[in-house]
């Protein structure tokens, strides 16, 4: 072996040693993440589309969307967070008014499946940390107006309710990314809306665990139902490498969504689903727990990372551990995804003086052949989420707690 190889090995062992053994350091992370947060907030144009989506690779400056968009919701619900984080008066006065901004969605015919994304994560954080009733309103009007897109005969919510390539429309489709968006409907079942929200999510995600999965529990991306008969007609991929391959992202939003089906309903069901989707994700994963985009890219390990898979992944991850019957389980997934987190925060993953988001290495659209290798708003929402509820489980508090400590 030539002293360079030796070298290089020692150097790979070193690096799992130490993220095997790092306790990454929540203070200093939440830390990072406000200061990056005052930077894009003081780099935000006065005037026109304001909402900070992506950075391309290489690039420093924000491309900004307005709040029709999907991502529209993020940067409001990171402003929140980056208050409960550090109780600062400036960044909840900013969430208010990023979060406001999205007022129209809630009056409007649904677009897509995407309020949950929207709506929840800025009103829904928003009200969590302050009570606001306004805000609580808003949030009621979106659920319903998701709820428009239920189709009973199907059993769930159609997605995107437009022509989209490969969805063979107008034939009803459901993509995985629509798990996230039942978490309104739960909650407003919850708070003053319908019963009939919660059997909506319910039906939901009982009817895509068994359409949407192989028998192995890794996720399809999309799948097209007969809207009268409510019959599969395929399951495809839209932003994975294949048809037949684990989208990251798709996995995540997997891991996530039945994560919240079981808090919501204590069905053990959804438990044990939860624990499946989350064990074939955790299985082939590179040494640093940050995803290819696509586990199965045949030009791994060339292929680009996905650091928003890995903070959507570790923020689940850290609830189901406090949710798993299996201590053992409970044990690795509390592990797994602080170790994650300390990837997330290592120098390679961190943006730092490289842009003002908080990560770089994300893929967005691959197959597109947008958003790779960028830095997007929804891996900071994730990163700092997760950051907040490792934060509280290491001070003994409750990730629901809407304070970091008991004091
Ligand atoms: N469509 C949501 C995502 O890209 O994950």
């Known amino acids: 072996m030539t002293i360079f190889r030796s070298l290089?090995?020692?150097?790979?062992?070193?690096?799992?040693?130490?993220?095997?053994?790092?306790?990454?350091?929540?203070?200093?992370?939440?830390?990072?993440?406000?200061?990056?947060?005052?930077?894009?907030?003081?780099?935000?144009?006065?005037?026109?589309?304001?909402?900070?989506?992506?950075?391309?690779?290489?690039?420093?400056?924000?491309?900004?969307?307005?709040?029709?968009?999907?991502?529209?919701?993020?940067?409001?619900?990171?402003?929140?967070?980056?208050?409960?984080?550090?109780?600062?008066?400036?960044?909840?006065?900013?969430?208010?008014?990023?979060?406001r901004e999205l007022t129209p969605l809630s009056m409007m015919k649904a677009f897509d499946h995407d309020l949950g994304f929207q709506i929840f994560n800025s009103f829904g954080n928003g009200y969590r940390l302050t009570k606001n009733p306004g805000y609580k309103k808003i949030i009621l009007a979106a659920a319903d107006t998701l709820a428009t897109l239920f189709n009973p005969k199907v059993g769930t919510i159609l997605s995107w309710p437009r022509p989209v390539p490969n969805m063979e429309w107008p034939q009803h489709n459901t993509i995985i990314d629509n798990m996230i968006n039942l978490e309104m409907l739960f909650w407003a079942s919850k708070n003053g809306g319908s019963k009939r929200l919660y059997d909506i999510a319910v039906s939901h995600a009982k009817t895509t665990m068994k359409n949407h999965f192989r028998p192995d529990y890794t996720s399809y991306h999309a799948v097209v139902y007969d809207k009268q008969t409510g019959k599969k007609i395929k399951a495809v991929t839209h932003q994975g490498y294949a048809d037949n391959s684990m989208w990251a992202r798709g996995q995540s939003w997997a891991i996530y969504g039945y994560t919240v089906c079981y808090r919501e309903t204590k069905d053990p069901v959804f438990l044990d689903f939860a624990e499946k989707v989350t064990d074939v994700y955790l299985k082939d994963l590179p040494a640093d727990l940050v995803p290819y985009w696509d586990f199965n890219d045949p030009a791994i390990p060339n292929a680009p990372r996905d650091a928003s898979a890995a903070g959507v992944v570790a923020s689940a991850l850290l609830e189901l551990s406090t949710l798993s019957r299996n201590k053992t389980k409970a044990k690795t997934y509390r592990k797994k995804a602080e170790q994650m987190l300390t990837s997330l925060s290592s120098a390679q993953y961190q943006s730092r003086e490289k842009n003002s988001a908080f990560l770089l290495h994300s893929t967005g659209h691959k197959p597109n052949g947008s958003e790779i290798d960028a830095s997007i708003i929804y891996a900071d929402y994730y990163y700092i989420e997760a950051l907040l509820r490792l934060k509280k489980l290491q001070n003994g508090v409750s990730i629901y707690s809407t304070s970091l400590s008991t004091n």
């Open 8 to 99: 290089f090995l020692t150097a790979i062992l070193l690096f799992i040693f130490c993220i095997g053994n790092a306790q990454v350091n929540t203070s200093k992370a939440i830390a990072y993440c406000a200061v990056q947060a005052d930077k894009t907030l003081k780099s935000i144009p006065v005037n026109g589309i304001n909402i900070p989506r992506n950075i391309a690779q290489g690039k420093k400056k924000w491309n900004y969307i307005g709040y029709k968009d999907w991502c529209s919701g993020f940067w409001p619900g990171i402003l929140w967070y980056a208050y409960e984080g550090t109780q600062e008066q400036k960044f909840k006065t900013a969430a208010d008014k990023f979060s």
